[in-house]
């Protein structure tokens, strides 16, 4: 039954179908199926079919917008404003770089960061290094989070760490994630860590802010 409803969300979160997905979203939450379980195995499994059909010669940007508009209609009914922590465990500053116009997988993440209690501020996408660093200096925050979908934001992201050591924020950290990114070694993006997922990033976050 619970596999099924599953099945059922991931496809119209493809299909882009808002009040079916939330729906589904709702018959999981009413089995005791943990958040946690629907990001991971319903939009993330989702994004990651998606993500995988855009590469390069396969972009399309309306499946991605209608995906994306499912995807937040199910991430606003599981993490509702009113239920998200007040206390702040640290501030992130998150962007999808220039010359990407994909924001799921940074939508994803801010969600599962704001709902464990992190002040989450959105660059946006197709974001230049030099307003993410700006961000970084007004905000002095604990990381800066770079989702990627396409391979031809690397060399920027190569970039990014010594952006901030050129303003004296070097200690704030680099993490990277998406599509395009979560195959590449930290060396070779020039990162402090790559994630797998959302909620790994938010565990490594949990981790260095414990120290």
């Known amino acids: 039954m619970i596999e099924l409803v599953f099945k059922?969300?991931?496809?119209?979160?493809?299909?882009?179908?808002c009040d079916e997905s939330v729906a589904d979203a709702k018959k999981l939450q009413d089995a005791g199926v943990s958040v946690?379980?629907?990001?991971?195995?319903?939009?993330?499994?989702?994004?990651?079919?998606?993500?995988?059909?855009?590469?390069?010669?396969?972009?399309?940007?309306?499946?991605?917008?209608?995906?994306?508009?499912?995807?937040?209609?199910?991430?606003?009914?599981?993490?509702?404003?009113?239920?998200?922590?007040?206390?702040?465990?640290?501030?992130?500053v998150i962007a999808a770089l220039e010359g990407d116009v994909?924001?799921?997988?940074?939508?994803?993440?801010?969600?599962?960061?704001?709902?464990?209690?992190?002040?989450?501020?959105?660059?946006?996408?197709?974001?230049?290094?030099?307003?993410?660093?700006?961000?970084?200096?007004?905000?002095?925050?604990?990381?800066?989070?770079?989702?990627?979908?396409?391979?031809?934001?690397?060399?920027l992201i190569k970039k990014v760490k010594s952006s901030l050591k050129s303003r004296g924020l070097q200690q704030i950290k680099v993490l990277a994630g998406g599509a395009a990114l979560k195959q590449s070694t930290p060396e070779q993006l020039n990162v402090d860590y790559v994630a797998d997922t959302a909620f790994d990033g938010a565990r490594y976050l949990e981790a260095i802010s414990r120290g």
């Open 102 to 155: 994909h924001d799921l997988g940074k939508n994803i993440l801010k969600m599962v960061l704001t709902a464990k209690g992190y002040r989450v501020i959105d660059c946006g996408k197709d974001c230049s290094i030099q307003t993410l660093v700006d961000a970084a200096q007004r905000e002095s925050p604990l990381a800066i989070g770079i989702s990627g979908l396409i391979t031809s934001i690397v060399p």
């Open 36 to 92: 946690e379980k629907i990001v991971l195995d319903g939009i993330e499994a989702a994004m990651s079919l998606l993500d995988a059909k855009c590469t390069a010669e396969q972009f399309n940007l309306l499946e991605i917008m209608l995906t994306g508009r499912a995807v937040m209609a199910v991430s606003k009914h599981i993490y509702p404003k009113d239920s998200q922590p007040e206390s702040s465990k640290g501030t992130v």
């Open 8 to 17: 059922s969300l991931i496809t119209n979160l493809l299909e882009g179908n």
